[in-house]
């Protein structure tokens, strides 16, 4: 009996292990795949920024007349308002990135001005892309497109430290590097600016529908209905 009671003293739970008694090695925590994120004991793992590949830009910096598809005419369209009347598009481009109303003429005004100023006082557009290259960073982060500088001389700027070879930490450096990328967006609408302006707007035309589509009401016009006069008894 006395030994009994001794083998249940030594296997109760809430007595601590006799010294030469190994424990058990620690469990890795239960991991797994949810929605293809790492998940650690019911927590998803935040994925390392920059990950996601960059994606190329619907049509080339160049392709000023776009492709031969459904939106043929728009791309005539904006060629058309690229060459003739930048602000315009520069406007309209705003508008659809904003996805609101009533902020075409608060962007078609100040480039307007900008416009006609350098035009005037130097020859030549030379002020207007500095107001007008933030619109292209903010299309660059939202869709996660690759940053172009002269695309048809160098390409996406990865490939261009691939090939450079001097660039390659602020490919690594993330903050750096997006500085960098801003540059490259300025570059591009101060040397290239129609050519800017219409590749912007073929990319948001395919990817945003215009603001002012949503919310307006359709009206419906029904035909009356044939009418017969009943003689009164």
Excluded at 62 to 71: I, K, P, T, V
Excluded at 79 to 96: K, M
Excluded at 180 to 201: M, R, S, W
Aim: one cysteine or more; a negative charge; glycine letters at 8%.
């Amino acid at each position: 009996m006395a030994a009994a009671d001794e083998h249940h003293e030594e296997a109760s739970p809430l007595l601590p292990p006799p010294a030469d008694e190994k424990l058990p090695p620690a469990q890795d925590p239960v991991k797994g795949c949810a929605d293809g994120v790492p998940v650690v004991m019911g927590e998803p793992v935040v994925a390392p920024a920059g990950a996601a590949p960059r994606e190329s830009w619907d049509s080339g910096i160049l392709s000023c007349l776009g492709r031969n598809d459904e939106f043929f005419s728009s791309d005539l369209e904006v060629c058309l308002l690229g060459s003739v009347a930048p602000c315009v598009l520069y406007g309209s481009n705003v508008e659809r990135l904003a996805a609101a109303p009533g902020t075409f003429a608060n962007s078609c005004l100040p480039y307007t001005g900008l416009y006609m100023l350098g035009n005037s006082l130097f020859g030549w557009n030379c002020l207007a892309p500095w107001f007008s290259h933030p619109t292209r960073t903010a299309i660059r982060r939202r869709y996660n497109l690759e940053a172009r500088f002269l695309s048809f001389c160098i390409g996406s700027f990865e490939a261009f430290t691939r090939q450079c070879g001097c660039c390659g930490g602020l490919a690594e450096d993330e903050e750096r590097r997006e500085h960098l990328e801003v540059a490259c967006d300025l570059a591009t609408h101060y040397f290239c600016h129609p050519c800017a302006l219409c590749q912007e707007g073929r990319e948001l035309r395919r990817r945003v529908p215009h603001p002012g589509l949503y919310g307006r009401s359709v009206i419906v016009m029904m035909p009356p209905t044939e009418q017969t006069m009943g003689r009164a008894m």
